[in-house]
């Protein structure tokens, strides 16, 4: 008998994303607002590098709706720094989000799930040469390595998030290096 694997695709984007060249730090991630894809966790990932780095300037655009966007809307409210800004634009579609990621620089695309299969979310932002972050769950350590992102614990802390994240924003040729392997491992394989 002959196996071979079939993996889940997606079509060429067309284009691959910009790193900022403007100081401010970009994160994207995409998920549904529900326990198990833990955007607050991610919030505070992301509150915790703003701390760390008072002089940068963070944004991070989450893509998704679900029954836990007001709780984290609330939480932006009570708990960001002043140097991080939070957006919810919801998903409107998936070409919608596609422009987001042609017409705006992201430096780094985030997943820090408790559980995955193989995520489309990374697929499509590896299509554009986008750098992941992303948890050792599921279906992620197929796509995610140190060529192009960092892997993190299943359980990873804020500061751990944090100190991944801004690991990519300190070392641009790295990023640079990481962008191109993001890209290379979706035509090889997605």
Not at 4 to 16: A, H, K, Q, Y
Not at 20 to 42: A, N, Q, T, Y
Not at 52 to 62: A, F, K, M, Q, S
Request: aromatic share 8%.
């Amino acid at each position: 008998h002959l196996c071979e694997t079939s993996r889940l695709g997606i079509v060429d984007p067309g284009f691959i994303t910009s790193p900022s060249k403007d100081g401010i730090f970009r994160i994207v991630s995409c998920s549904l607002f529900v326990p198990v894809k833990r955007v607050e966790l991610l919030l505070k990932g992301v509150i915790f590098a703003a701390r760390l780095r008072p002089e940068l300037t963070i944004e991070w655009h989450h893509f998704g709706t679900g029954p836990l966007k007001p709780d984290i809307e609330s939480l932006v409210q009570e708990i960001l720094p002043d140097n991080a800004g939070a957006f919810f634009p919801g998903y409107p579609s998936l070409e919608y989000l596609l422009s987001f990621y042609k017409d705006n620089s992201i430096d780094v695309f985030v997943n820090v799930s408790e559980s995955e299969g193989t995520p489309v979310s990374i697929m499509e932002a590896i299509s554009c040469g986008i750098p992941i972050v992303a948890t050792a769950v599921g279906g992620n350590p197929e796509i995610v390595s140190e060529k192009n992102g960092k892997l993190l614990d299943p359980n990873p802390t804020p500061k751990e998030m944090a100190s991944a994240l801004l690991s990519i924003w300190d070392e641009p040729d790295l990023a640079l290096e990481k962008r191109k392997q993001s890209r290379r491992i979706w035509q090889e394989k997605y």
